[in-house]
């Protein structure tokens, strides 16, 4: 069920930066929004997470102190904005939202990824050295 819309993404040297956004309807009905990524034969992983009502942000330790939540409340947007990007933050990044705490308190466990119920359609980041 697809009810996010997501934008941004892209090919960038190691070093760059660049913002992913997010748009949902109902963005303050969603307990938690985030981002998910999967790169190749490897399994989706939680990379950034975001709770609408209080703000609270949650980030993996290997984007931690490099990616960085903002919001544009007048548009139902979330942003991520993501520096210093290394080759390995290559991947498919997936925006998604859900109204259960027992799904977002679970969003760092990858084989709970397909309990998010909503999602963008997905959009690629290329990191070169």
């Known amino acids: 069920l697809v009810r996010l819309v997501e934008s941004g993404g892209g090919s960038v040297q190691a070093g760059g930066s660049l913002r992913l956004s997010c748009a949902g309807s109902e963005y303050f009905d969603y307990n938690c929004m985030g981002w998910f990524r999967q790169a190749p034969g490897k399994e989706r992983e939680g990379v950034a997470l975001?709770?609408?009502?209080?703000?609270?942000?949650n980030y993996a330790d290997s984007v931690s102190g490099r990616f960085s939540f903002s919001q544009e409340l007048a548009n139902n947007t979330l942003y991520l904005q993501m520096n210093h990007l290394k080759p390995e933050d290559t991947a498919m990044y997936y925006c998604a939202a859900d109204e259960r705490r027992g799904v977002c308190l679970r969003f760092f466990q990858s084989e709970f990824a397909s309990k998010f119920t909503y999602w963008g359609q997905g959009t690629q980041i290329t990191v070169s050295s």
């Open positions: 975001f709770y609408p009502n209080g703000g609270t942000t």
